[in-house]
């Protein structure tokens, strides 16, 4: 569903795996032995709790992959939407880069799935009815991990056909569709007529769908030469 609205970044990169040392022989330091007052709780110099360390979670081409093809195999997942991520991912590992892609139960809102820019993590909900749902998100992920001169060049193809349509269209859908720029600046209330817009039949999903953002043209139209 493309809904990309920024949470809590999180710290990490990469498939960085740490590894404990095992093993290690006990050493005798000749430590005193301990006074047992200082085991009277308030004669104790007070412990600082420290906050637990957030989730880690995996990132990167193999861990995408391996999430992917357990889901393909378990039937969570459309079997050809997989392959076509899969295949998309083998074709160039680099757009992957410090991504994280978790499989989860359905949402109420029917959502198919979801990207958050600043987690850098994509969400399939599971089902079997949009082949093109990793694809797209991760063609998300994707946009934001491209060098600055090519999104600025996304960001212009956008630009031009957004107005191209803008220009053709006339009465509600004319009206709604320029509600874009107001929804691309975090206006609330233009983004609800927007969406309002796409739930009534006043925008047509297909055709205009792709035109609420850059990283929409980009994740729709990338999916579509995929597919």
Do not use: C
């Amino acid at each position: 569903d493309g809904d990309e609205v920024g949470q809590a970044a999180e710290a990490g990169a990469g498939d960085r795996v740490q590894r404990a040392a095992e093993g290690q022989e006990a050493l005798d330091l000749g430590l005193p032995t301990i006074d047992e007052s200082l085991l009277v709780q308030p004669k104790r110099a007070p412990v600082v709790t420290q906050p637990p360390s957030p989730k880690q979670v995996k990132r990167g081409y193999e861990s995408a992959r391996s999430t992917i093809e357990k889901a393909k195999a378990t039937g969570e997942i459309d079997a050809d939407g997989a392959d076509l991520a899969m295949w998309a991912l083998d074709k160039n590992p680099g757009i992957a880069r410090n991504l994280h892609v978790s499989i989860e139960e359905p949402r109420a809102d029917g959502a198919k799935g979801a990207y958050n820019p600043a987690q850098r993590i994509v969400r399939a909900f599971k089902g079997t009815d949009n082949a093109h749902t990793l694809t797209h998100e991760i063609f998300h992920h994707s946009e934001r991990m491209m060098p600055l001169d090519v999104q600025r060049g996304i960001r212009k193809e956008w630009r031009r056909n957004y107005e191209r349509e803008l220009k053709k269209l006339t009465g509600a859908q004319r009206e709604v569709l320029a509600d874009v720029p107001k929804m691309m600046a975090g206006d609330a209330d233009a983004r609800k007529r927007i969406m309002d817009a796409f739930k009534g039949g006043v925008l047509n999903k297909k055709d205009h769908y792709h035109l609420t953002d850059p990283s929409e043209f980009w994740a729709v139209n990338a999916a579509r030469i995929l597919g």
